[in-house]
């Protein structure tokens, strides 16, 4: 994500022929796209997007479950008294 925002910002600056980015040539400004495709296609290849999703997803079932304990614990000390 960040080369994508990278490469949008020199792609304006290009455009805009504004500072030293005006002297540049397009191949080294739209550089920035292509690492970012090659990221998401090494991303993809190697499982690593999948095993992200897969750890958040993890955590979000643990918070959800610590939270469900806490409820049943704290009615159920409430019950007892």
């Known amino acids: 994500m960040?080369?994508?925002g990278l490469?949008?910002?020199l792609m304006v600056l290009k455009?805009?022929?504004w500072?030293?980015?005006a002297q540049w040539s397009w191949w080294l400004v739209l550089t920035p796209f292509a690492l970012a495709a090659l990221w998401w296609a090494w991303a993809d290849a190697t499982g690593y997007t999948k095993r992200?999703?897969?750890e958040q997803d993890d955590k979000r079932r643990d918070e959800r479950r610590a939270r469900?304990?806490?409820a049943l614990?704290?009615?159920f000390h409430k019950r007892r008294r």
């Open 2 to 4: 960040y080369l994508l």
């Open 7 to 9: 490469g949008l910002v």
């Open 15 to 17: 455009y805009l022929e």
């Open 19 to 21: 500072g030293p980015v």
């Open 52 to 54: 992200k999703a897969m």
């Open 68 to 70: 469900t304990k806490e």
């Open 73 to 75: 614990d704290a009615n």
